[in-house]
């Protein structure tokens, strides 16, 4: 699911960067720098999702389950939450 979504973000901001580009359009090219931001939420939220889809496996549970409990403190510190 992240997986798509990234490669989605990545799509459309490089469609939007080559339309504005060949038009010259200030208004499409700031979407494209939107969209750009989006492609790096994305790319942010792509670990988690491996983890958490590793996390539901039988085998290596204990390991993917510390792991998250490990990153998770920072996550909550890169959005502001903790302190």
Same mark, same amino acid.
């Given at each position: 699911? #992240? +997986?798509?979504? @990234?490669?989605?973000? %990545?799509?459309?901001?490089?469609?939007k960067i080559v339309v *504005?580009? =060949?038009?010259? !359009?200030?208004g499409i090219l700031a979407?494209?720098?939107?969209?750009?931001?989006?492609?790096?939420? #994305? +790319?942010?939220? @792509?670990?988690?999702? %491996?983890?958490?889809?590793?996390?539901?496996?039988?085998? *290596?549970? =204990?390991?993917? !389950?510390?792991?998250?409990?490990?990153?998770?403190?920072?996550?909550?510190e890169l959005a502001g939450? #903790?302190?």
């Amino acid at each position: 699911m #992240a +997986l798509g979504s @990234l490669l989605a973000a %990545v799509a459309l901001t490089t469609f939007k960067i080559v339309v *504005g580009a =060949a038009t010259g !359009s200030l208004g499409i090219l700031a979407e494209a720098a939107h969209s750009g931001l989006d492609t790096v939420a #994305a +790319l942010l939220t @792509l670990p988690e999702s %491996v983890l958490r889809r590793l996390y539901l496996r039988p085998l *290596g549970t =204990a390991a993917v !389950s510390a792991a998250i409990q490990w990153l998770d403190p920072y996550r909550l510190e890169l959005a502001g939450v #903790a302190k």
